[in-house]
């Protein structure tokens, strides 16, 4: 999937003079929401004094990228004015994962919502089952498997109406299907144990403990006490959707430790 952008997609949020800057990968969005995913859960950041720049992670795919590939396309972007806050939600969060090897990366503190570090098979047959439903069952069958594994417990299942069986998908959906596929086969067999191990400043990895589809084995941290992992009762993969609340209120602690 070649990417049509010089530059890569991004939103701003907050006061673009702000002190801080925080930068955020998206998850696999099969279609760009301009940080729509992420406005809940930005209150923090900004409140903090971060500018918010929420970057659409398949803007720098090209056709035949694996993870390493996506990630050696995002590092020179995010090196040239490395943030004080590095944070990715699902693939964002594997992909911030695999950047901590980067010597830049150590001056951030990171945050990851429910990005993988590991993939077992049970998680590549998952994210397999789903990214085959895009050409074997359609956009929305695939949007629904999707939900399904990433929903929480007190949400209700999405509605995605069936197109018209005589007619055939639309540009839009077949670019939105794309990226639905690609997106969750880059996660295939990833694993950022090393780096994440490695990584010598703070980080928080929030997840949703009744996901599933990344659960608490597909995370890792490492062996120092500025690296903490933190399950959010009642909620799927999306904490910051499911428990805003709570996850609002880890956030908060995370940030305010740097100025004790």
């Known amino acids: 999937m070649s990417s049509p952008h010089p530059e890569p997609v991004h939103t701003v949020l907050g006061d673009p003079g702000?002190?801080?800057?925080a930068v955020v990968l998206a998850p696999v969005?099969?279609?760009w929401d301009h940080g729509a995913f992420l406005r809940r859960a930005a209150g923090p950041l900004l409140a903090s004094g971060h500018r918010v720049t929420v970057y659409d992670t398949l803007s720098l795919l090209h056709d035949g990228d694996d993870l390493k590939a996506l990630v050696n396309r995002w590092a020179p972007y995010l090196a040239a004015a490395a943030p004080d806050l590095l944070a990715g939600n699902a693939l964002g969060g594997a992909v911030v994962q695999a950047l901590l090897a980067q010597e830049w990366t150590r001056r951030a503190r990171v945050l990851l919502l429910s990005g993988p570090t590991v993939a077992d098979?049970?998680?590549?047959?998952t994210l397999e089952r789903i990214a085959s439903a895009v050409a074997n069952q359609?956009?929305?069958?695939?949007?629904r498997l999707l939900d399904e594994a990433v929903r929480g417990p007190d949400?209700?299942?999405?509605?995605?109406?069936?197109?018209?069986?005589d007619h055939p998908?639309?540009?839009?959906?077949?670019?939105a299907g794309h990226?639905?596929?690609?997106?969750l086969r880059l996660l295939l067999d990833a694993d950022a144990r090393a780096p994440v191990h490695d990584f010598p400043g703070p980080l928080l990895h929030l997840y949703g403990e009744q996901s599933l589809l990344v659960r608490r084995r597909h995370l890792a941290t490492g062996p120092g006490?500025?690296?903490?992992l933190v399950g959010v009762p009642r909620a799927g993969m999306r904490p910051h959707a499911d428990r805003p609340d709570l996850t609002d209120a880890a956030v908060t602690r995370f940030l305010g430790a740097e100025d004790s």
């Open 18 to 21: 702000a002190p801080r800057h």
């Open 29 to 31: 969005l099969p279609r």
């Open 121 to 125: 098979d049970e998680l590549n047959t």
């Open 138 to 143: 359609g956009l929305p069958a695939a949007l």
């Open 155 to 165: 949400r209700p299942a999405a509605t995605a109406p069936a197109p018209a069986p």
């Open 169 to 175: 998908p639309s540009p839009d959906d077949e670019l």
């Open 179 to 183: 990226r639905l596929a690609a997106g």
């Open 225 to 228: 006490p500025q690296h903490r």
